[in-house]
């Protein structure tokens, strides 16, 4: 290994921060590092640990959220007018509303 030559650049110090405030016991935890490998050691040693915590307290763990169905449905509360402007304008457009709203995420 040994140390880095002087005529290379320093990487910069990056700031994560993270949350989960229901399982951390705190709202939010900070990490730092030069690199994102080692960023990326520190928040698993996070998960883990509060994973072990859940483990032994009897909690089951929540179900990763990229392995979960979904049912392509959700409910979305918007403004009165709001709801209105987006109405008119899918008429003049010629498409449902969903389409104007899927069109637009």
Known sequence: MGS?????????????????????????????????????????????TVLEDMAESGEEAPTPLASRTYSGKFALRIPPEKHRELAIEAAEQHVSLNQLVVSRL
């Open 4 to 48: 880095q030559s002087a005529n290379v650049p320093s990487q910069r110090l990056r700031l994560f921060i993270f949350a989960w405030p229901h399982y951390l016991k705190r709202d939010a935890t900070a990490v730092c590092a030069r690199n994102e490998p080692r960023i990326s050691c520190v928040i698993v040693a996070v998960v883990s």
